[in-house]
């Protein structure tokens, strides 16, 4: 049984166990002499403990059937890698292909607002990094190499063997190098979309305003209320999206109904150790390298403090350092998540980045250069 729907079902037995417990011990209180208060009071308490075990029941039992109707219906195609699956969706045609890695938290669903546009131009792959999505979990380490190798078998495994431009948002700017690195023979360009650069949590700023995250107690509260599909029933599994297609926002707003907490713990926990395989990566020579960045102005309007709006600022901007044909575009108006924030710049743009690379456009003549769009 898969993980997705095994924990809805549990909690589905556990709520029928407990609401049937509770309705015999209602019923034989008739026969108990008990003081009048006492009957009323455990009356009332077991009416409600039952009440909410059946609620709990439906919810859990109708979440577990969602989840496994949706986990068997997986947009693209699964290849096993190493004896794992590992989901991929491929849209469009034309070469070089466009392989979108997404941030943490996230599956290859995030890329649903701009995939369809990027099909357009050439061929466009997104995919699930184990525990995302349709892929399934795998043990730590979840380091950029062991993450770059699985791409790179999926990558095998799908029959993709010509060249590729990399396009990585967030934390998998750092498993795009690490790739870039390890794989170059088909490498015809990367793409980092307000990416995560190594060895960033040791920055002072960083290390003076971390993230504190959800407390271990709010997390393991946050799994439970996924599993008894507490989010399903306050309609956060139909919420749209802005800028995605009909199908696309489906899958998406269904996908915020999933527990990838083990996923992401995983990756958090080897962020220092992907930093150090991957802080001395690069530079690529005259590799076209297009880099999108959040709006400074933005993100400090939105409360990030000085210093770390600064710091994130400069590490985009060294970022331009990893190739001689390299060129950064500060998205205006955007956060972190340009490809929802400002899909018609990353539509627009790495369509021109792809006809650059095949020579059917103009190369640019601003190489180094930062631009605010």
Known sequence: MNPAYQIPVLFALVGIGIASLATRRLLSLRSKRYPGWRKATEGTVLLLLAVAAAVITASSGFNAAALYRFRHAPPGQTFLVDGHAMRIDCSGSGSPAIILDAGLGNDGLIWGGVQPALAKTTRVCSYDRAGFGWSDTLPPPRDADHIAAELHGLLAAANITGPVVLMGHSIAGMYIRDYATRYPENIA???????????????????????????????????????????RLLGECSLPFPGFGAQASSLQ????????????????ESFDRSGEETVHTGPYGTLPILIFS???????????????VKEWNQMQEDLKLLSTRSRRIIATGSGHYI???????????????????????PKPTDYGSTQTK
């Open 294 to 308: 959040q709006d400074p102005a933005h993100t400090a309007a939105q409360g990030q403090p000085a210093a770390v």
């Open 253 to 268: 707003a269904e996908d915020q109904c999933h527990d990838r907490s083990a996923a992401v713990a995983g990756e958090v």
């Open 189 to 231: 360009g990367l793409i980092f979309v307000d990416a995560s650069t190594p060895l960033q949590n040791r920055n002072p700023a960083f290390k003076a305003h971390p993230d504190p995250g959800p407390s271990q107690f709010a997390a393991v509260l946050k799994k439970a209320a996924i599993a008894a599909g507490i989010p």
């Open 339 to 361: 490809q929802g924030n400002r899909p018609d710049l990353i539509e627009r743009e790495v369509s021109i980045f792809i006809e650059q690379i095949r020579g059917t456009t």
